[in-house]
């Protein structure tokens, strides 16, 4: 696929990336259902339940109630009918308006705003411990992952329910997203029938393109092997490179801009070429990550220096369009960064944990026989630079500094963990919700503020074909009485106890709603785009309760690995909070909070480590009381 050919969006793009071969991987893919379109009063009798405690007066409620009652009376019954067509007739009825409508018509940076990052714990013990090694056991476990999932032989992600969507990992390798207006997309370079026993990758060092190819004659070369080509592109890297990767990072509409400047010329468009099909993009750092909180601002935005120093800014090393990029520093801290427009986190930490789970294992470090013959070294591929491109990347190189530094970031590790929580029988994942309610109640009246916006949590959507994710709305009239509790001395602990639990039953009954494909906001988008041009917009989706609750102030999702120590991403509105956390581990929750340096980051945090000792001491207290004990 020539890369000039492909600046035109073909209308057919997600259906380019074939599946693998037949196997285990895609074996339960024709099983699985369709997502629904929810039955319309359920979805609105909802809404109306989940805007009640976003009102901020009696007057303000009872207003939108009407809207939606009119709406529900008027043309409503019309776009339910419009949508449960739309269904009937394609194979999921949201996937194309999601990909365009939450990704790929976004025009900001996809760094900061929308990608993703998960930091590595250090490499195993028992192997050497040198960047080099760590970079080198990674292009090798990524390669034996892809190669097993090109044969179809990859186990394909399940539940304790049942079997889930994979069918995202077509985006996995050997693709990139590209900038275009009005909207990006991907391309893919996936061959159908690959048996994964080719292919290459493209390693970043100082801002340098080096094409590495990890397989001679069909076999994959060992780790020893690997180090040696590695070794070559760190000793010919010495010094600073042109920073086009920082042009990824720009506004989106910019780079469409000085991506067609790039690419006009050949020499130029052969290394597009090359970056967009490569299996993944390895980035050496020259950086160092001495910290938690130092590891994830490098692999959220990448190094960033006192001036916008294009040789000096870490996005010079990275390639934000490509779905997978490992990152690897000099003193061998790693991670992964995932863009989202394709693929949610569920696949990527799928192949994170079995990638370090593969280098891991004590028959990893052997690497087979060398075959005769030495394999090629790796390519460098140095860009034709103009005056125009090298003014477009100290712009970049400007609007990206600003960005990164506007942003703030800080980490909270509780004292306690998903261990202690069980032991009080609630979920893990409801405690740490109402956890970040009640922190995020006490930091507004604390600052005398009002809510000004609803809490997102991601719910996966996966057991429906092509399911991607719905939002739970986590905020509700449960929660504020119980979080209103927490604070007022007249309420005894067993009350508090009572209340808590209803508001973990209505947190828990939601998010199954939610994975079940009966959410409310994305069956609202959807009635919504089945509006025709020069219809009206009905009135109840621009009433500001409704705009409130889906103005997402508190932005949280959840993942685990047993690997990661950091993961983040950043805020969605200026006035809010990115909210990543994990509650896997037995002796701590882990939040990373994301905003604007212009908001009380430090002060947030510090609500969340004491509703942390708050909701750990009521519930010893509970436990203490052997009656409440056993009726909760």
Known sequence: MSTANARQRPSNWKALAPPPLPGTTFAAQAKLPRLPVPPLKDTLDTLKETLRPLAWNDAEYASVVRKVDEFAKGPAQELQRRLTDREAKTEHWLEEWWDDGAYLTYRDSVCINVSYYYGFDAHPAHLPQTALHRAASIV??????????????????????????????????????????????????AREGDRGDSGHVVVLRRGRVWKLNPWKDGRLLGVDELQSQLRHIYENTREEYPAIGILTASNRDVWTKDYDTLAADAHNEDILRTIHSAAFVLCLDAEHAPDMVAHSRLL???????????????????????????????????????????????????????????????????????????????????????????????????????????????????????????GF????????????????ARHLGARGERREGGTYEAASSRRFFKGRTEAIRVVSAEADAWVASMDDAAVSVEERGRLFKRAVETHVARAKRAGNGLGVDRHLLGLRKTLKEGEPMPEVFSDPVVQRSSTWVLSTSAVFSKHFGPYGWGEVVPNGFGVPYMTGFDDYLQYTITSRTDMPNAEFCAEIERAAKDMYDLHVALAGSSHLKARM
């Open 425 to 440: 029988r609630v979920s893990p994942d409801s405690w740490a919700q109402m956890l970040v309610q009640l922190a995020y």
């Open 140 to 189: 090798r476990a990524g390669m034996l992952f892809r190669q097993q999932y090109k044969t179809g032989a990859l186990p394909p992600e399940a539940t304790k329910e049942g079997p889930i969507c994979v069918d995202t990992y077509r985006w996995m390798f050997d693709c990139c997203r590209v900038p275009g207006q009005p909207a990006d997309w991907s391309v893919t370079y």
């Open 300 to 422: 959220w935005h990448g190094a960033l220096p006192s001036s916008p120093e294009p040789s000096q800014m870490g996005l010079r090393n990275r390639w934000m369009d490509k779905p997978c990029q490992f990152v690897v520093t000099d003193d061998g801290a790693a991670g992964f960064i995932g863009e989202h427009s394709v693929m949610d986190g569920t696949p990527t930490v799928y192949l994170c944990d079995t990638v370090l789970d593969t280098i891991a294992a004590p028959d990893f470090a052997s690497s087979p026989p060398a075959s005769p013959g030495s394999a090629s070294l790796p390519t460098a591929l140095d860009w034709h630079v103009s005056a125009q491109t090298t003014a477009a990347i100290q712009e970049a190189a400007r609007a990206a500094h600003a960005l990164a530094s506007s942003q703030a970031l800080n980490i909270v590790r509780t004292p306690y963990g998903k261990a202690a929580i069980k």
